[in-house]
C-alpha cells in the first residue's frame, strides 16, 4: 500500500515536469517501462498504414516537428529492440520530417526511439525502392541543350519538398506552385523479363530520361506536351529481369504542367504509362501511441491541410487537427496565435495565410492540466487541389472568420482576411474585417495600408448611415502621411469630396479638397467625377444655371444614342430594380445615369429614385441631404410633394425635428390633397 501511494505521488510530481513541450529531461528508473531498447526516454509507435503497399523493402513515415530535442538522437527499432537502417530524406522548420527505414524483416510494427547514446543502425543500406520526387524553384531560361540546362539547375532555388509518389504521372507540383519548377524523379522498378524495353516521355519544356545512368530518351528546349502524347519522344535500351534504377528530370516553365513516362516491356502491345505496380513499392507508417519512461508521454499531434479557397495570393485554407493518444479520460484544448480558442481531439481550423503558425495544446484531466506541447508549424496549401476556389471552403472559412473576435486577431491575419474579401467581392466579409481594421488603424501604417483603407471607403459606402460614417474615416485615415502617396491621395480627397458634398452636407471642406486637385494628378473617370462634383457644389449653394452650366459642360459620353430613350430605359430599369429590392441594380443603374448624363444629378426624376434607394438602405443622412440639393430645382414641380415627404422621414430618422416639422407644414400647406400629404397625415398625425 505505502509503495502504490509513493508511486502515486511520484507520477503527479512528474506530470508537471512535462510543461512547455517535449521536456525530456527526466532521470531513467529501473522501475520503468519495459522499453525494447534501453535507456531511450521516448519512442513512438508505428504501424502499418491502412491500404499501404505491402510487402515492402521500405517504408516511409513523418514525424511532427518537436522530435528529437536538441542533442537527442532518433533511432529506428523492431519490437525485439534490433536496430534498423534508416534515412532521413526531409525535414524543414514547422514541416514534418520524413524517415525511410528497411522492412525487408516483414514486420508491420517498429519504433522510433529518442535520447542519448542509442546503438547505430546498420550501414551499406540502400533505399532502393518506390518513385521519390524533389522539386524546386526555377526561372525562364533557354533549355534548348543540356549546358543551358546545367546552367538553369545551378541557378535553381531552394528544394522545396520531397516525397514519394505512385509512379510518374503527374500534373502539378506537389510541394510549390505549378510553374516554373524542376522535377526530379529518382526511382526504382522492376524488369519482368531480359530483353528490350521501349521508354517514352512527355512533358511541358524540357525533359530527360536515364536508366541506370544511361541515356535513353530526351526532349529539350520549351514546348508543349502536344506533340508527345502518343510516344513520339522515346528510345529503347536492353536490360536484364530485375531491379532497375530510373532517374527522370522535367523542367516546368508557364502553361500546362505534365510529367510522364510510359514503357513497352517486352511482348507488349504498345506504350503506357508506366503503373503503380511497376516500381518497387514503399510502404506507408502512421505513428499510433507514444510511451515515455518515466510516464505520462508527452502530447503529440498532427495536422494536414485539407483545402484551401485561394484567388491569386490570397487565400483561406482549412487545416484537420489530430491528437495521438489513447487515453479515453483526457480532454485536450487549443491554442492558436490568432487569438482562437477549441476544445478536442480531431477538428478543423481555418487561416486565413499560410506560413508558420504557433500552437498550443493542451491535455486536462479531472480539471487539471497535465500536459502541454507549443509548436510552430508550417501552414501551407494542397498544392495538388486542383480547382483552388473552392465555394464551399469560402463559406465555411467566411462565417468561421465573422463569429471570430477579430479585434484579437493578428494584423496581419486581419489584413490577409480583407484581401481574400475583396478579391471574393463579399461584402458581408469585407465589412466585418473592416471595421475591425478602422478600429486598429494604428497597427496598419504602411502605403499598402492606406491602398486598403481606401478601399475600405469605397466598400463601407451606401451601407446606412454608419456605413458611411466608416467609410468617412477609412478615407481620413488613409490620406495620413505614413499610409500616403501622391497617386492614392487624389483618389481618396476625390472619394472623400464626394462624401461631404452627398452625405455630411461639409461643403466647405469638399472644395477644399477639390480644389487642391490638379488635372496633372487625376486621369480618365477620375478628372470626370471631379467635375461633376464642382457641379454639385453649385447646385447645393442654390446656384442652379450655373450648376447647369457646369453639368453641360462636362458633357454626356459620346456614343450614348437617343438621349431621351437612354434615359428612359435606365430610370426604368432601377425603379423596377428598386421595386424588387434589387438595391445593388437599382444603385449600379443611376449610378451610370448621374455620371455618363450629368444633367441627371439635377432631375427630380432621378433624385427621387435615389433617395428612395437611400431611404430603403437607412442611409437618412444622403437621403435628407439630397433633398436639400434637390430643393431649389423642385419650387414649381408638382413633385415636391414627394420631396418634402421625403424630407420629413428621414429628418425624423436623424433626429431633426424642426426641420421635419418644416417640411410638414410645407407639404399640408402647399400640396394638401396630394397623396403624399395623407400619407404623412396617417404616419405623422402630430407634425
Not at 481555418?350 to 500536459?371: D, K, M
Not at 467581392?425 to 481594421?437: N, P, S, V, Y
Request: with cysteine; charged share 25%; aromatic share 10%.
Amino acid at each position: 500500500m505505502q509503495n502504490t501511494i509513493r508511486f502515486k505521488n511520484r507520477l503527479r510530481r512528474l506530470r508537471g515536469l512535462w510543461r512547455g513541450g517535449l521536456v525530456l529531461a527526466l532521470s531513467l528508473s529501473a522501475g520503468a517501462v519495459d522499453f525494447p531498447v534501453k535507456p531511450a526516454r521516448l519512442r513512438q509507435q508505428i504501424e502499418l498504414a491502412p491500404n499501404s503497399a505491402w510487402p515492402a523493402n521500405v517504408g516511409t513515415v513523418e514525424i511532427s516537428p518537436g522530435l528529437p530535442l536538441p542533442g537527442q538522437q532518433l533511432g529506428v527499432f523492431n519490437a525485439a529492440g534490433k536496430p534498423v537502417a534508416f534515412h532521413s530524406y526531409w525535414s524543414a522548420t514547422g514541416e514534418p520530417s520524413c524517415i525511410r527505414f528497411d522492412t525487408s524483416s516483414g514486420a508491420t510494427t517498429y519504433y522510433l526511439s529518442y535520447d542519448t547514446n542509442l546503438p547505430a543502425a546498420p550501414g551499406g543500406w540502400k533505399p532502393e525502392a518506390g518513385v521519390l520526387l524533389e522539386t524546386r524553384a526555377c526561372t525562364k531560361q533557354p533549355v534548348n541543350s543540356f549546358p543551358q540546362i546545367a546552367q538553369l539547375l545551378n541557378s535553381a532555388g531552394a528544394i522545396q519538398g520531397r516525397g514519394y509518389l505512385p509512379n510518374i504521372f503527374l500534373g502539378m507540383n506537389p510541394f510549390g506552385p505549378s510553374a516554373f519548377y524542376i522535377g526530379s524523379f529518382n526511382s526504382w522498378f522492376n524488369a519482368p523479363k531480359d530483353g528490350g524495353y521501349q521508354f517514352a516521355i512527355v512533358s511541358a519544356d524540357a525533359s530527360w530520361l536515364k536508366i541506370d545512368g544511361q541515356s535513353v530518351v530526351e526532349w529539350l528546349g520549351e514546348h508543349t506536351v502536344r506533340r508527345g502524347r502518343r510516344g513520339e519522344h522515346s528510345g529503347e535500351i536492353q536490360l536484364k529481369a530485375g531491379r532497375h534504377h530510373l532517374e527522370y528530370t522535367q523542367i516546368q516553365f508557364d502553361g500546362e504542367a505534365a510529367a510522364e513516362v510510359a514503357w513497352q516491356p517486352p511482348g507488349a502491345s504498345r506504350l503506357g504509362v508506366m503503373p503503380a505496380s511497376a516500381f518497387l513499392p514503399v510502404a506507408r507508417f502512421r505513428v499510433v501511441h507514444l510511451e515515455a519512461a518515466p510516464a505520462p508521454a508527452p502530447l503529440y499531434f498532427e495536422w494536414r491541410t485539407a483545402g484551401q479557397c485561394a484567388l491569386g495570393d490570397t487565400m483561406a485554407l482549412r487545416v484537420r487537427f489530430h491528437v495521438v493518444d489513447d487515453l479515453p479520460r483526457r480532454d485536450y484544448r487549443w491554442r492558436f496565435d490568432d487569438g482562437t480558442e477549441t476544445a478536442g481531439k480531431n477538428f478543423e481550423h481555418f487561416f486565413p495565410q499560410p506560413g508558420l503558425r504557433q500552437v498550443t495544446l493542451e491535455g486536462w484531466e479531472h480539471g487539471l492540466g497535465v500536459a502541454t506541447n507549443t509548436l510552430r508549424i508550417r501552414i501551407q496549401p494542397e498544392w495538388l487541389q486542383r480547382d483552388w476556389w473552392r465555394d464551399d471552403i469560402f463559406a465555411e472559412a467566411k462565417n468561421d472568420f465573422l463569429q471570430r473576435d477579430l479585434g484579437r486577431a493578428p494584423a496581419r491575419d486581419l489584413a490577409a482576411i480583407l484581401a481574400l474579401a475583396d478579391r471574393a467581392d463579399d461584402r458581408e466579409l469585407a465589412t466585418g474585417a473592416g471595421k475591425a481594421m478602422v478600429q486598429r488603424a494604428d497597427e496598419f501604417k504602411t502605403a499598402a495600408d492606406g491602398m486598403a483603407f481606401y478601399q475600405l471607403g469605397i466598400g463601407f459606402a451606401h451601407q446606412g448611415d454608419a456605413g458611411d460614417a466608416l467609410a468617412e474615416r477609412a478615407f481620413r485615415l488613409a490620406l495620413l502621411p505614413e499610409r500616403s502617396s501622391s497617386a492614392l491621395a487624389a483618389k481618396v480627397k476625390l472619394r472623400l469630396a464626394d462624401l461631404l458634398i452627398h452625405w455630411s452636407s461639409q461643403f466647405d471642406e469638399a472644395e477644399k479638397w477639390l480644389a487642391g486637385l490638379s488635372g496633372n494628378s487625376l486621369t480618365g473617370d477620375d478628372r470626370r467625377l471631379k467635375q461633376l462634383l464642382q457641379g454639385d457644389l453649385l447646385l447645393a449653394r442654390g446656384k442652379i444655371e450655373e450648376a447647369r452650366k457646369q453639368y453641360l459642360a462636362v458633357g454626356q459620353r459620346p456614343g450614348l444614342g437617343h438621349f431621351d430613350a437612354v434615359r428612359a430605359a435606365r430610370l426604368e430599369s432601377a425603379s423596377i430594380s428598386l421595386e424588387h429590392n434589387q438595391f445593388d441594380d437599382a444603385q449600379q443603374a443611376l449610378d451610370w445615369l448621374i455620371f455618363e448624363i450629368p444633367t441627371e444629378r439635377m432631375s427630380l426624376a432621378t433624385g427621387l429614385l435615389e433617395i428612395q434607394l437611400e431611404l430603403q438602405h437607412k442611409e437618412f443622412q444622403r437621403a435628407f441631404t439630397g433633398c436639400r440639393l434637390l430643393a431649389p430645382v423642385a419650387v414649381d414641380d408638382p413633385r415636391r410633394s414627394e420631396l418634402l415627404y421625403d424630407t420629413i422621414e428621414s429628418g425624423r430618422a436623424l433626429g431633426k425635428t424642426d426641420e421635419a416639422r418644416h417640411a410638414q407644414a410645407q407639404l399640408l400647406k402647399d400640396f394638401p390633397y396630394s397623396e403624399s400629404a395623407a400619407k404623412a397625415k396617417d404616419r405623422w398625425p402630430r407634425p
